[in-house]
């Protein structure tokens, strides 16, 4: 039920809407819940809203640490 | 796709899995509960159980909102639906959910009831403005990843004065139902359930923050690390936890950071606090009554609230007595302990609701675990892609 996937705003729509994609598929959604989207922004839609933006800077780091810590040094 | 193939990657969930079978102290056992059903379903899908080593456990919580509605509320939802007037949307998740008498919504739907399932608050507001004779009733149910959907659409029906649009709110709060496992004579009796440290949930935490857990972590000296629901988020949370145990710590960390902060979504927050207010206790299943669990519409927006506007009666209603949802939603039994799993209830025929939402504890174990039970596979982890 609280699961939510990651998609890409393609293009911001009057009446805080956008259009998104994943993979290839487009949708209508809802970015009443947050601030400044613009296009190539990835957020978090969850039941046709999207809750949360993804940061990218964030995302590497993470990635960047789940391999440091796969190699075995600390996190 | 992006922000979620790299987070599959099955030789790093397995290194970090070595990791964690070196770091954890064979002298001692680490039990973590996932409160979420989102990570129960990506560790029953990626073989979790195979993959860690055997004094590093999971226990699954009641972290599915479907799992904790009492069935009362689904029966009041179905009588509701039964009123040739209304017409009921719902997310499909409830559709299967059995009330007392063994209906279920989608039973009602097959004997006439307007029910219509919907992906979203948004579809409802399009139904009760295209059908203005109609009475549109949303059965509102989550945790807070939820909750702001529905507040918005009450804005929305606010302000095109929709008024043949209501809501039957069901929806809880995520911290309340974490105090109460861990103020549980199951969980706090020594010698009973063990639990060393929690993995917070993902998208709740995205609306929430990491802030609220920071009480839990101090007054109960329980590590949290809110997670990702991808399977090296998890795994990595599996990590983050077993070393604030071996270091003595007890602080809420943050794993999920690229979409969760420690306030949460403050906007998303504001929302809802407009729209609704905590009920004094609102009952959850297998968990029973909990003191400011539960959220209904503020009194100025009664007109809008199902449970006024139609005055509809919900009730207590007991489970089926041979069904431990209540016992595995607590993190006391697993799947296989219930006597009816497997045989009478199955996902096409729940008996319980942890068989019915496919983030269900028994879901989850019926779709991936249950081969695994008899025999571990030496060949651990080779679930992950
Ligand atoms: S197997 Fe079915 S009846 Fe048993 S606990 Fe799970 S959901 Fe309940
Ligand atoms: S099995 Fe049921 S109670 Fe357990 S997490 Fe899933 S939905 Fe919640």
Redesign the pocket.
Known sequence: MCLAIPVEVREVLPDEMARVTLDGVSKIISTALIDDVRPGDYVILHVGYALTKINPEEAERTLALIQEAAMGHAT | MKYIDEYRNGTLVRDIARQIASTADPARSYHFMEFCGGHTHVISRYGFEDLLPDNVRMVHGPGCPVCVLPIGRIGAAIALAMRPEITLCTYGDLMRVRDRNGWSLLKAKAAGADIRMVYSTLDALRIAEAEPQREVVFFAIGFETTTPPTALALKTAIARNLGNFSIFCNHVVTPAAIHNILESPDVSKPGTIKIDGFIGPAHVSAVIGTKPYEFFAEKFRKPVVVAGFEPLDVIQAVLMLVRQINDGRHVVENQYIRAVTRLGNVKAQAEVANFFELRESFEWRGLGELPLSGLRLRPQYAAYDAEKRFSMMTFTAED?P????GA?LRGVKK?AD?????TV?TPDT??????VSSE???AAHWTYGRFRTKARQPDAGRAVA
């Open positions: 089926n041979a069904c431990e949802c595995i799947p219930c006597k009816l799993f497997g209830c729940p008996m319980g609701s942890c068989m269900g504890a028994c």
